[in-house]
């Protein structure tokens, strides 16, 4: 049971959009940077977005950040095939431990 | 090009011992705090715990699910991290990936290395 929430799935057409939630609490995300990440099949994960809403080089602008209090949300726009991956979000405790969401599996219809 | 490469991944009994290495290149390695991630199959990222750079005196954390039994090092003058694990049990059997801390984000992840404990 991870303690940032995240849905198991979410599903859309490929040039749709979808948002993805982390839900936390006020001593890991309400205050600290969240972060991002993405998870093909098969393969290492990626920084997708840090520090809330920031993209990485080479990250399209398809992808985008926010947080708001104890929350905090994925978007992606334009939904191709190959977005469909596993995505996680990060953060840290008041210990400055990592922490990550049980990740969210996005499936491209 | 940065590139982070694990090794030292394979089959171990249980209340066996296992060493993984973390090669790393095309960045300031000495800079940079080094953690590993684990992921057991068909489930989530877990973090497993941390070393800082010299500067922070090289300082250490670790999960609840592994202190006492996992410990990590570094060597700069080799570019390597390290996390030695011992007491191992069934549950510890995933994918160790490392990953580079920058500012408060991994921003470079290993391909991992699968680490599978069982008799």
């Known amino acids: 049971q991870s303690v940032l929430t995240q849905p198991p799935s979410v599903s859309a057409a490929p040039g749709q959009k979808v948002t993805i939630s982390c839900s936390g609490s006020?001593?890991?995300?309400?205050?600290?940077?969240v972060s991002w990440y993405q998870q093909l099949p098969g393969t290492a994960p990626k920084l997708l977005i840090y520090e809330n809403n920031k993209r990485p080089s080479g990250i399209p602008d398809r992808f985008s950040g926010s947080k708001s209090g104890t929350s905090a949300t994925l978007g992606i726009t334009g939904l191709q095939t190959g977005d469909e991956a596993d995505y996680y979000c990060?953060?840290?405790?008041?210990?400055?431990?990592?922490?990550f969401g049980g990740g969210t599996k996005l499936t491209v219809l | 090009e940065v590139q982070l490469v694990e090794s030292g991944g394979g089959l171990v009994q249980p209340g066996g011992s296992l060493k993984l290495s973390c090669a790393a290149s095309?960045?300031?390695?000495?800079?940079?705090?080094m953690h590993w991630v684990r992921q057991a199959s068909g489930k989530g990222l877990e973090w497993v715990g941390r070393i800082r750079s010299k500067a922070n005196s090289y300082a250490t954390a670790y999960a609840a699910s592994v202190k006492g039994r996992f410990t990590i090092s570094r060597d700069d003058s080799k570019n390597t991290a390290y996390l030695q694990m011992n007491s191992l049990k069934t549950e510890d059997t995933a994918v160790y990936y490392c990953?580079?801390?920058?500012?408060?984000?991994?921003?470079?992840w290993g391909q991992g290395t699968l680490v599978t404990v069982s008799s």
């Open positions: 095309g960045f300031t390695f000495s800079g940079s705090a």
């Open positions: 006020s001593s890991n995300i309400g205050n600290n940077y």
């Open positions: 990953t580079s801390q920058r500012w408060l984000q991994f921003d470079y």
């Open positions: 990060g953060t840290w405790d008041s210990s400055l431990s990592a922490l």
